[in-house]
């Protein structure tokens, strides 16, 4: 069965400098992955995804996540941080349930970017 | 509508009490999932609908959990007897596709607190 972990509960970061977020996925076929973020009280909006092709792929909000399948990573990044990007982050992988059909998401526990000025 | 609407956005109820949330998602959507999101925790699958058909409801975590669709677009969770573990965010999200490779658009949820 597909999991996926964040092993980072939360990241402290100073407003502009570079963070990495990251997310390890587990999965023995091709996987569909996914960030959302949460703002408090809100639901989950997507940043980014990746499907198939290049492995670099970007965001909204200058988000980018880089699919490392040797790896199974799938690391989310920003050079330069602002206190807007305070916020939970998700990783999730599409699991495949029956015929090859995906259909729900598996999310991690989520990492929360505290940025501080 | 423009995005997923649930409602309530807050239920209270006593343990015991019968509760339904509500989820409108976008218009045509063909797909739609409920998660249940515990407190500090990510989002975890309950159930599924394609149209009015619910092709996957392995998440639910009990027969007090029952979920319908009946005419392929608003859907109802409906939690029996409620219990104070059921005290979670219940999140909607839909989807055009019948397949994950699309974009998942999430509602705000409904903050279900069980005293």
């Known amino acids: 069965a597909q999991s996926v972990t964040q092993l980072d509960s939360q990241v402290p970061v100073f407003e502009e400098a570079p963070v990495e977020l990251r997310c390890n996925y587990s999965?023995?076929?091709?996987?569909?992955l996914f960030w959302y973020v949460q703002y408090p009280n809100q639901g989950l909006q997507l940043l980014l995804k990746?499907?198939?092709?290049?492995?670099l792929v970007k965001g909204i909000n200058g988000f980018e996540a880089e699919f490392n399948k040797s790896q199974t990573s799938f690391h989310l990044r920003k050079p330069s941080v602002h206190i807007s990007d305070t916020a939970e982050y998700f990783c999730?992988?599409?699991?495949?349930?029956?015929?090859?059909?995906?259909?729900?998401?598996?999310f991690g526990t989520g990492t929360l970017l505290a940025v501080q000025p | 509508g423009a995005g997923v609407s649930q409602s309530p956005r807050y239920k209270v109820a006593k343990r015991g009490q019968d509760v339904a949330l509500r989820c409108d998602p976008i218009?045509?959507?063909?797909?739609l999932f409920w998660y249940q999101q515990a407190l500090g925790q990510g989002p975890e699958f309950l159930t599924y609908f394609q149209n009015e058909a619910q092709l996957d409801k392995s998440g639910l975590p009990s027969d007090r959990f029952f979920a319908e669709r009946p005419e392929g677009s608003v859907s109802t969770l409906k939690i029996q007897r409620t219990q104070q573990e059921d005290s979670a965010v219940y999140l909607c999200a839909s989807s055009s596709g019948t397949v994950g490779r699309g974009s998942y658009t999430f509602g705000s949820g409904t903050r279900l607190t069980v005293v």
């Open positions: 990746y499907l198939s092709g290049s492995t």
């Open positions: 218009s045509g959507h063909v797909s």
């Open positions: 999730a992988v599409s699991a495949s349930n029956y015929g090859g059909a995906t259909n729900k998401l598996i």
């Open positions: 999965s023995s076929v091709s996987v569909y």
